[in-house]
């Protein structure tokens, strides 16, 4: 294999000792969802700290006070978000260190307890193994909630590419129009490739140049 790639980056001293450059390829937004009857696409409304308590299972009615309070005017179902109907990732996933660093820098409830990692122990719900049997198990199940990838960009200009191994972060940044949960995807390479990958190693840095 002539490079990788991981949503979360390795520090310079990992980067040293495995002898391997890092450079950001590609963008990744995550964005939650929900299957909600008679709620269209992009109405409802939640915060950082709705969206935390959804899945820490605080939230147990779609109709809560405090979910209806944030989408005044909007009918929001009587159905049950728990025990099952939030939905997560089965093992480590990068999708989940992206939306759990979120909800760690908006919910203290959230830093103190599950906290921001790829591999999470999730106080409620049901795991589905990849965004595509997530987003299935949603869309199957009337009051389910989960979390997948989407394209985004807005929040590139914004990030600090100097640091070493340009590990920046830009998760929660304070930029107008930034959606609120996104990272990069690095990819990873040999900094000293044997003599057989040299060029093969030079046609991947083409290829992305």
Do not use: C
Not at 38 to 67: H, S
């Amino acid at each position: 294999m002539d490079f990788g790639g991981t949503d979360t980056p390795k520090r310079p001293g990992m980067l040293r000792e495995q002898h391997l450059i890092q450079f950001p390829s590609v963008l990744g937004a995550v964005v939650p969802y929900a299957n909600l009857p008679g709620v269209q696409p992009n109405q409802l409304k939640l915060t950082g700290e709705l969206l935390a308590d959804l899945f820490l299972g605080k939230i147990t009615k779609w109709n809560d006070k405090r979910l209806a309070a944030e989408n005044a005017g909007l009918r929001l179902p009587d159905l049950p978000v728990l025990p099952v109907l939030p939905v997560h990732r089965t093992g480590s996933s990068g999708t989940t260190f992206i939306l759990t660093t979120y909800l760690a820098r908006v919910s203290d409830a959230w830093r103190d307890g599950p906290r921001a990692s790829s591999t999470v122990q999730w106080p409620a719900g049901q795991s589905a193994d990849g965004n595509s049997a997530m987003a299935e198990r949603v869309k199957s199940t009337p009051g389910a909630v989960g979390y997948t990838e989407a394209s985004f960009a807005k929040a590139a200009e914004a990030g600090d590419w100097s640091a070493p191994g340009f590990v920046t972060d830009m998760t929660d940044l304070d930029v107008a129009g930034a959606w609120l949960i996104v990272a990069p995807t690095f990819a990873l390479m040999p900094s000293n490739p044997a003599a057989k990958k040299v060029a093969a190693s030079r046609n991947t840095m083409k290829f992305f140049d």
